[in-house]
């Protein structure tokens, strides 16, 4: 968990922050039964996760320092122009008044047209795990095609989009970031031609919600950015399988902070999803993507 928040901005001094915030809460909801003995209880419990979790985080930091920051060779010849980018920016800003999570249902079901196999890999019962409970979210997880839990899902793939978008003109920080995160693939049965898949369903939403302005251009453009951004995840998937080929293992073999997540549409749990784990991406700790859940 502490390593995770490497893509959130976060640095040691925000524990203390939340660790005074918490102990605040607890006296406000406790009030005379939070005693010195509680507080001091709960000062040494926070003490000591609040360690493990900055013992991680400076992991990360440390792992990511090392990792690659150059373009992989087979994603140099889907670089986008400057042109490119800039379409890319402006339609993606049409796209986002729609809202992540509506934008997330019409993905997942042009996923599954493409790809019906897909439906299968998120049975109810795997759905239910990923929902939010709030109050205006509805019960009903029986047809999978208004599923509240596949919306949140594959509105982590929308969130995701939105950082890479920004990431465009920072490749030394994008390219890291998506060669980790296509090297947590390994774990969750995808292959290369499941990146194919949602890339296919992706231009189908665009199409869908900017109708018109859906142009030519706009086409090429966004199919330029995501070859470039499924051709590094993809690079990162060769390197970890060659790792573990090799006997060195996997990134984290994806038991410990992502072992409990699907893939190619959000957190499922390990049932060998084909759809991609987008979430970590949609923290990707670029300007303009929004923070999933710690």
Same mark, same amino acid.
């Given at each position: ?13 925000? $524990? ?12 406000? +909801?406790?009030?005379?039964?939070? %005693? ?49 980018? %800039?379409?890319?920016?402006? &339609? $993606? ?25 897909? +439906? ?76 194919? %898949? ?14 018109? &302005? ?7 453009? $966004? ?6 951004? &499924?051709?590094?995840? +993809? ?5 970890? +399988? ?7 293992? &996997? ?23 084909? %759809? ?19």
């Amino acid at each position: 968990l502490g390593a995770r928040h490497i893509n959130y901005g976060v640095n040691e001094a925000h $524990w203390e922050t939340l660790g005074k915030a918490f102990k605040s809460a607890l006296r406000e +909801i406790l009030r005379e039964s939070f %005693t010195q003995e509680v507080e001091a209880a709960w000062s040494m419990a926070y003490t000591f996760m609040s360690s493990i979790m900055i013992e991680g985080l400076r992991g990360a930091i440390a792992k990511r320092a090392a990792g690659p920051k150059q373009i992989p060779a087979s994603a140099l010849s889907a670089v986008p122009s400057e042109q490119m980018k %800039t379409a890319v920016e402006q &339609s $993606w800003e049409q796209v986002q008044t729609l809202g992540t999570y509506n934008v997330g249902e019409i993905l997942y079901r042009h996923t599954f047209m493409i790809m019906p196999e897909a +439906i299968h890999l998120f049975p109810q019962e795997v759905r239910l795990k990923y929902r939010e409970w709030s109050p205006d979210e509805g019960n009903d997880e029986s047809n999978v095609y208004k599923s509240p839990a596949l919306r949140k899902l594959f509105s982590k793939f929308v969130n995701a989009v939105g950082c890479a978008v920004v990431g465009l003109h920072d490749s030394t920080r994008l390219v890291p970031m998506l060669t980790e995160l296509g090297a947590r693939h390994i774990n969750y049965g995808v292959n290369e031609a499941h990146w194919q %898949t949602l890339g296919k369903a992706f231009t189908l939403t665009l199409r869908e919600i900017l109708q018109e &302005s859906f142009t030519q251009e706009v086409e090429a453009a $966004w199919a330029m950015a995501y070859t470039f951004m &499924s051709s590094i995840m +993809i690079e990162g998937l060769r390197g970890a +399988i060659a790792k573990r080929e090799s006997g060195h293992g &996997s990134l984290g073999d994806g038991r410990g902070d992502f072992g409990d997540k699907a893939s190619l549409s959000g957190d499922s749990t390990d049932h060998g999803s084909a %759809t991609s784990d987008l979430a970590e991406v949609s923290t990707l700790g670029l300007p303009g993507g929004e923070a999933a859940e710690a």
